[in-house]
């Protein structure tokens, strides 16, 4: 019998307020708002073959067109871990082939492009199979991958996200990420630009799920929750009035949050790097020259988002190109605000 099958194309996201911070299995301390990239893409086959009567799926990952013994070791504990509740999945063995078109660990949130491809493939066989229906599917998708990665569940939407219980957003949950209105997002934001300076693509010293250990019993992580609440409530608003000041604003204070979470946790750490500084040095400036709108954010990692809207492209891409001849910074990607995963092909039929 041929193997049910499924094959995704998702986006990264970057978050404006983060996620950082466990509680429970694999739900957010506090609430997260983010956009999805329109570029920087993983793209993803699930293949599913028949093996009824195994305790647990067997898995293997395939990455760049080569077995991956890393990777398959975390996918086929997450399968593992799904099994435990989704009965279907003991009924298969699983094949992954993934490729991603940007650096791998760079702080360009590659566990969400890859856990958001990986979701929408487990949803649509899922849904061959009768077991997911249509009107519900992202936010299945959403709700499987964000128990591969937290980020992911935002991924599996375009434009503006939000993952996490917030008294600020109806219908929002820990479980799934649900997209906000684009009908209600101001103009400015639904051109924004994302031009990510590549300080260094090597994998991050510390990885994201270790950084969320550390909050367990970090001094700050009462007021952290507390302040990542506050900038959501805030940042809604914002989006909705196109406030551009005050999008700035709430963006460097969470990137910088994020950082200082690392740096002031009981096994401090530090992501950043003299080149991230600079960068941050000359927006300051260019900001200061010529009153542009243009505001910047990180992840986890040393790589600076430059955010602009569109209106400002031609100024802040000039100075990008200026500074990246005086800097040792490896490369950038012009990414901007993105419409979401593509299905490139996917089983309809119900393997009965
Ligand atoms: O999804 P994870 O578990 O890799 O966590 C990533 C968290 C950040 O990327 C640092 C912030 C965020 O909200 O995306």
């Not at 003299?274 to 941050?280: M, V």
């Not at 505001?295 to 190109?321: C, F, M, Q, W």
């Amino acid at each position: 019998m041929s193997p049910l099958s499924s094959t995704w194309q998702c986006p990264s996201n970057i978050a404006i307020v983060k996620y950082w911070g466990k509680k429970g299995f694999q739900l957010p301390a506090n609430p997260s708002v983010s956009f999805t990239l329109q570029e920087c893409t993983t793209t993803t086959t699930l293949q599913a073959f028949q093996h009824p009567g195994r305790r647990n799926p067997e898995v293997q990952l395939y990455f760049d067109g080569e077995y991956n013994e890393p990777f398959t070791h975390r996918a086929r504990n997450y399968f593992h871990e799904l099994a435990a509740t989704l009965k279907w999945l003991k009924s298969y063995d699983f094949e992954i082939t993934t490729t991603n078109n940007f650096p791998h660990g760079a702080g360009i949130a590659s566990s969400a492009s890859a856990y958001g491809a990986l979701g929408l493939c487990l949803a649509s066989i899922e849904q061959a199979l009768g077991l997911t229906d249509s009107e519900n599917f992202l936010q299945r998708a959403s709700f499987l991958a964000r128990l591969g990665s937290g980020s992911a569940s935002r991924s599996v939407y375009g434009g503006w996200v939000i993952w996490g219980k917030t008294l600020f957003q109806d219908k929002s949950s820990d479980k799934y990420a649900l997209p906000l209105d684009t009908q209600q997002i101001h103009p400015l934001f639904l051109t924004l630009q994302d031009s990510i300076i590549i300080v260094s693509d090597q994998s991050k010293s510390v990885s994201s799920t270790v950084g969320h250990g550390m909050m367990q019993n970090h001094p700050y992580a009462k007021l952290r929750y507390a302040r990542a609440n506050e900038h959501t409530q805030k940042l809604i608003s914002i989006l909705q009035q196109g406030d551009w000041e005050s999008f700035a604003h709430i963006c460097q204070t969470e990137a910088l949050d994020l950082h200082a979470m690392m740096m002031t946790s009981e096994n401090p750490f530090l992501l950043l790097k003299p080149q991230t500084l600079q960068w941050i040095e000359w927006i300051k400036e260019w900001k200061i020259q010529e009153n542009l709108k243009i505001t910047y954010t990180l992840d986890a990692g040393p790589n600076l988002h430059i955010l602009y809207p569109d209106t400002e492209s031609i100024k802040v891409r000039k100075h990008i190109e200026n500074a990246l001849e005086r800097s040792e910074t490896l490369k950038v990607i012009h990414d901007r605000i993105g419409q979401g995963p593509m299905p490139l092909t996917s089983q309809t039929l119900k393997n009965g």
